[in-house]
Every structure is written in C-alpha cells, then in structure tokens.
C-alpha cells in the first residue's frame, strides 16, 4: 500500500480541517494510506477523514509515547525524535500534501523537495517546487498521477 504524507499545522482553522479531511477521505477512497505527525489540527482531520472511509492511518510521533497520537490514528509510532521526527513524516509517503502550516510544515515541505517528492499545497507555503492545488480533489490527483 502506498502512503501519501499529509502535513500542517498541529492547530489549524475550521476551514483547513475540512480540507485535511477531504485529502484523507479522498486518498483512502483511491486505496492509499495516509502518515502524518499523528498529533491534532490538520494531521488529526487528515486521519479522521481516512479512517471514515475505511483507510490506514500512520501516526509518526513526536515523543515517547503512543498516548499522544490523535484518535483516529491506527499505527502509532513513537519516536522520542522531537521535531527532528518531520524528516521522517517526509520521507515516508511516496507524495506530500500540505495544508496551512507553520515552520515545522515548511521544514517537511522543504525536504520533501530536496528528495524529490511530489508536493501539493492547499494554502500552504508557496515556495518552488510546491504545486498549489485549487481543492483537496486537485491536490490528491495531482500527487497520485505523479507517483
């Protein structure tokens, strides 16, 4: 099974939720899983969505402990890593959406790139190399049709 890397902002608004939601519900639709940071904001709506739709969701965490991991996140695996853990979160999915986002969004979008991944954004970073996606529909088929 392929796993796209859904990241943003461990808060985020009302309407960047729903986005998150829709990419999860989207790729679990089309039989890939989604990782992410496993934590709140956007990463949790991205596993709530994928799980609603009968999806596999991963969990890479921050700290120690699997208590952390957001409530629809079905694999959770701690890192003890910190923030050093979004270097996995970007590698570990063959694409990468992003959704809002903060510096720590930057910094995964960042090595996405520099290994190659195919990036979309929905309000995210507007950086080279970062596919602005006009919906959560153009964003999962922009990265699928990449892969």
């Known amino acids: 099974m392929n796993l796209i890397s859904v990241i943003g902002g461990a808060t985020c608004t009302n309407a960047e939720a729903a986005l998150a939601e829709a990419v999860g519900r989207l790729l679990a639709e089309r039989g890939v899983g ?6 709140g904001g956007v990463m949790a709506a991205a596993c709530r969505g994928a799980v609603q739709a009968g ?24 890192t ?5 853990r ?5 590698r ?6 992003a959704i809002g986002g903060g510096y720590g969004t930057l910094s995964e979008l960042a090595l996405a790139l ?8 929905l309000g995210s970073w507007d950086i ?9 529909e153009d964003a999962v088929r922009f990265v699928l049709d990449e892969l």
């Open 86 to 90: 979004n270097a996995i979160v970007a």
């Open 128 to 136: 080279d190399g970062v596919y602005a996606a006009s919906s959560p």
């Open 34 to 39: 989604v990782v992410c940071g496993g934590r």
């Open 55 to 78: 999806g596999v969701t991963v969990g890479l965490l921050p700290g120690d402990s699997t208590d952390e991991a957001n409530l629809w996140v079905q694999i959770a695996i701690p």
């Open 114 to 121: 520099k290994w190659g991944k195919t990036v979309a954004g």
């Open 80 to 84: 003890g890593l910190g923030e050093a």
């Open 92 to 97: 570990a999915g063959a694409g990468v959406i």
